[in-house]
Structures are given as structure tokens and as C-alpha cells.
């Protein structure tokens, strides 16, 4: 067996951290069998390097390779592979960065700067002629990466749909199966250790647009900018859509990150949509994560699985490690890019423009005249209603009654022309309420 040993620097020991090296020491024969040589932490960089680290660990660890100084890692000629795991927009990229331009390989789980600074991170992998593996950046453990860019390379992928984000998926669960309010369910989330005690990035789509720009740039070979994908969250879901659309109309509630290529244009959204109750989407619940991909040849395929959590994100990143020691013992790391782009640009369809169905719920005050004035409205702008119904609960008043209305495939800029004048009839109160419904997954 070879004597080769390929040397890494880990910056960052927090949850992810810790796990990588609980699973490194305990995979010295794979990781043999994987490379052909030995892996070796030569160094960690951390901010607080006064823990107790040795019990964090079942067993016999070196904490004197543990440094608050980056240039330890990043200025140390004989470390191969630089393991990113701090998260964050920067000084996360920085490092990254400098790591390739110091010719080392780089591993990160990081997906927020992945996103914001797709093009320079891959620009300076490509100049410097260094690997940069990601696998965990996107649903931590689920080998949806190595599964898109490689398992999938002879498909074209015609459409991906994703449960991305674990707190919001939590969340929604919890209202739909056990009727909790959406601030409960957050704060149980919280809770539980799923959701942040800032959780604007997961309950705003933020976190979930991340991850598709990777998946969509991958899938479709393409540089993509953060600003092109939709977004929008799920603060304002109310349980009421919930119930209802569940009890009346077989269809479940998801924040879906959607990508479709439709000829030489690419749709991008992450918003809350209404799926049916049979699709396998529908039954990825709490904090499990799917990305279900559909391609020319393979059909429909689906990854599923925990998409957070110390051990599953930290399998992601190992087995990137795998891929890249086994690349530098076969001497061809510096020959090959992990990821190909096609260099022209994309024409990603504005929001405006795209095609679907449409769940639309007002409040009306109960007079002679009030729905046929909104059908004639929704009429004028060719919307197709697919149906129909008046609610007698949950009202804010006894004169006016919940009106729910679910549509044909319409277009998105002639619903929002269309609910923008129906705001405006005497006889419609409150917030008028529209969800996405996706079909034909």
C-alpha cells in the first residue's frame, strides 16, 4: 500500500468541523482503499483555541495543531487541501480565494459564498489550476452534487425542484400535520436546534436560493447571478391556506426552489407553492431536504435525505476530500477542473413572465354582484378559473365570507395586473392572499 500522504488544513471546528475529524479517524482503512495513501490534519484554525477539545473527541486528539492564526494554514507549503467550513460571505471567499491562488485544492460546505461569488471562485480554481470541491454545501450529506454534476453529466436536465431548506420545511410540517401557527412552529424550531435565533435567511428563501444557483449552475453548465433567482418566503403563510388547500384540494404547501429550462431561457424561483399530496415531494417532511431532477434520458430522480446536521454535512465534506486526495496521489488534480461552465451568459426568464397555476384567496363582503365583478376581472385578463369556493369560517366579519380561487395555467404578470385591480373593488377586504401551484412535476 502506498506511503503517500496528502496533508489538510481545516479553517473552522464548529459543528461540521468537529464532525469531519470524528469521521477521519474513524475511516483510515476507506480512506486507504479511497486515495491510495493517508490523510493528515496537519493544521485547524480556529477563533477560540482555549476549548477543551479533547472532549469533544472519543478519542486521542492533538489539539497542538489547533491555531488562531490563519497564515498557518493558508502560507504552509506542505498542506494540499484547504477545508473551508466558517460559512458565511467573507472572510470565508477571501480565504477560498487566496487558498487557490496559493495553489492548494479547496474543500468548503459553503454555499452562501459559493452563490454570491460563483464566477471569481471558479474563475481562480480555473487560472490556478486547483480543484474545488463543494458536495456539502448543498444538502450536507445527499450526494446531490457528484450525483448532478457527474452521475447525470449525459442528461439534460429539463427541470429541478427542491425541498432545500430544512427549517422552513420544519416548519411547514408542523403546521400542516399538527395545525401549529406559523410562529410556533418557528419557535419550536428554534427550539429544537433546526432554526437560528436570527432566521431571516431560512424563513426568507435566502438559504434555499443559495443552493439552487449551485444546483442550477451545475445542472445547466452556465454562470449564474444570485440577484436572477426570485425569491420570496414563507413569513406570511397562514395556516388557514394550509388547512384548506389540504382538506379541499389534495395539495400540500413546500418553499420549492424551482429550475426549468423552456428553449434558450431558464426559469429560477424559490417561493412557498402548492404541490399534490401524491407527488414524493409531498412526503419530505421536517427537516429532511429532497432535490427531485428530472432529466432527458434518467426521467425523474430523487435525492432525499437529512440536509443538515453535524454527521451528514460532515460525509459531504469528506467524501470531497476522498475525491480530491485520490486526484492529487494519481497526480492529475492539477489537470482537470471539477467544474465546466459554458461561458455565455443565459437568459433567465423575469418572474413576470412565467407560466403556472395559481391559489388566490380573498376576503369579500357578501353582496349582490361582488363575484361575478371579480370574475369579470380575472375574465378581462384571461385568467381560467379551474374553481370555486366560499367559505363560511374563519371570516373577520359575518358579512364577509372567504372566497377561494384556484386557476388554469396563467401568466404571472397578468394575475398580479389582475389582483392589483380587484384590490381596488369596494367590496374586497384585507390582503388578498396568492400561492403558486406547481403541476406536472
Known sequence: MSDKVVKIGIIGLGTVGKGVIKILNNIEDIIKLKTGGKIEVKKIVT??????????????????????????ILLDDEIDIVVELIGGYNPAKDYIIKALE???????????????????????SRVNNCLIYFEASVLAGIP??????????????????????????????????EKYSFQDALSLAQEKGFAEADPTFDIDGID????????????????????????????????????????????VLKLLAVAKKKEDSLELRVSPVF???????????????????????????????????????????????????????????????????????????????????????????????????????????NISIASFYQHNYNSNSKESIPVIITTHISKEKDVKNAIKEIKDLKFVLNKIIVIRIEENL
Open 275 to 381: 404541490i399534490s399530496e401524491n407527488h414524493l415531494l409531498a412526503s419530505v417532511n421536517n427537516e429532511y431536504n429532497a432535490a427531485f431532477i428530472i432529466g432527458d434520458a434518467a426521467g425523474d430522480v430523487m435525492f432525499y435525505g437529512k440536509g443538515a446536521g453535524e454527521l451528514p454535512a460532515a460525509s459531504g465534506v469528506v467524501s470531497d476530500i476522498l475525491y480530491v486526495a485520490k486526484n492529487i496521489n494519481n497526480g492529475i488534480a492539477n489537470k482537470t477542473n471539477f467544474v465546466s461552465l459554458n461561458e455565455t451568459k443565459i437568459n433567465i426568464l423575469n418572474i413576470n413572465e412565467i407560466e403556472t397555476r395559481y391559489y388566490i384567496r380573498l376576503e369579500v363582503l357578501d353582496s349582490v354582484g361582488a363575484l361575478s365583478s371579480i370574475t369579470s376581472v380575472m375574465g378581462k385578463y
Open 144 to 177: 446531490v452534487i457528484q450525483g448532478l454534476n457527474e452521475g447525470l453529466s449525459s442528461n439534460k436536465i429539463e427541470k429541478i425542484y427542491g425541498i432545500l431548506n430544512g427549517t422552513t420545511n420544519y416548519i411547514l410540517t408542523k403546521m400542516l400535520l
Open 47 to 72: 477563533r477560540n483555541i482555549s476549548k477543551p477539545w479533547q472532549s469533544f473527541f472519543p478519542f486521542k486528539f492533538d489539539s497542538s495543531i489547533i491555531s488562531n492564526n490563519i497564515d498557518d
Open 102 to 124: 496559493g495553489k492548494k485544492h479547496v474543500v468548503t460546505a459553503n454555499k452562501a459564498a459559493l452563490a454570491k461569488y460563483w464566477n471569481e471562485i471558479n474563475n481562480a
Open 208 to 251: 434555499a436560493a443559495h443552493k439552487l444557483l449551485i444546483l442550477a449552475s451545475l445542472a445547466y453548465q452556465k454562470s449564474i447571478d444570485l440577484k436572477d433567482v426570485y425569491i420570496e418566503g414563507i413569513k406570511d403563510i397562514d395556516l388557514f391556506d394550509i388547512k384548506f388547500a389540504k382538506e379541499n384540494l389534495g395539495l
